[in-house]
């Protein structure tokens, strides 16, 4: 039963557009939710995250948005650009001190 | 060290033995986690502990896993008598309870 969805498993966006990843969860317990970005060969490094108190969080070109009644959050960056290129992952907890349980994962190409 | 350490960075190991995976987390932090990523797949959870709890194990995929964390730090991942689908790269994170996790850079397995 996967707690936390990536439906897409790639995207693909031409360069200076805005990039939209999209993930789903099913457990209301979920309070916070994290973004991974993820290079070939690296462990995954920390992007971005939100509280359930929030509905958005913003940070430069990264910005988070949450729909707690939808249980969807999505990560938007623009202007996207090559580098940006890579495996981004969502993740969520519910209370601190609980686990993250991670998403499988979206693909993202970036075209010059 | 600042960051999240795995050892060995890489191993190839016959089909049949046994092998130890090495995390040291960031000191301090009271999460550890193992994660996997298999070729091509999201990441896919193993193993949590948190503090002086009993770990979460309900990720090890058979009895042929275990893991221990030694005085709340140091933690190594034992696969016994390895299989050719045990290969993957397998990737630690710590964290304080609940938040973001950081990622170590991976131990690449392979079983020949």
């Known amino acids: 039963d996967q707690q936390v969805k990536q439906n897409s498993p790639s995207l693909s966006v031409q360069e200076g557009r805005i990039s939209i990843l999209n993930c789903d969860y099913t457990?209301?317990?979920?309070?916070?939710f994290l973004w991974y970005k993820k290079y070939p060969a690296e462990g995954p490094t920390f992007l971005i995250s939100?509280?359930?108190?929030?509905d958005k969080n913003e940070d430069g070109r990264f910005t988070v948005f949450l729909n707690k009644s939808a249980k969807h959050l999505s990560l938007h960056i623009v202007p996207s650009q090559p580098g940006d290129s890579a495996v981004y992952f969502c993740a969520a907890s519910a209370h601190a001190g609980n686990m993250l349980t991670f998403g499988g994962g979206t693909r993202l190409m970036v075209k010059p | 060290g600042a960051g999240v350490s795995q050892s060995p960075s890489n191993k190839v190991t016959e089909k049949g033995k046994d092998v130890e995976l090495r995390c040291d987390p960031i000191s301090g932090h009271t999460a550890l986690y193992w994660y996997r990523q298999s070729l091509g797949q999201g990441l896919e959870f193993l193993i949590y502990f948190q503090g002086n709890s009993a770990p979460d194990k309900s990720g090890l995929p058979s009895d042929r896993f275990s893991a221990e964390r030694t005085g709340g730090s140091v933690s190594t991942l034992t696969i016994q008598r390895t299989q050719q689908e045990d290969s993957a790269v397998y990737l630690c994170?710590?964290?304080?309870?609940?938040?973001?996790?950081?990622f170590g850079q991976g131990t690449r397995l392979t079983v020949v």
């Open positions: 457990n209301s317990m979920f309070d916070y």
């Open positions: 939100i509280s359930s108190i929030k």
């Open positions: 994170a710590s964290s304080l309870a609940g938040l973001e996790a950081f």
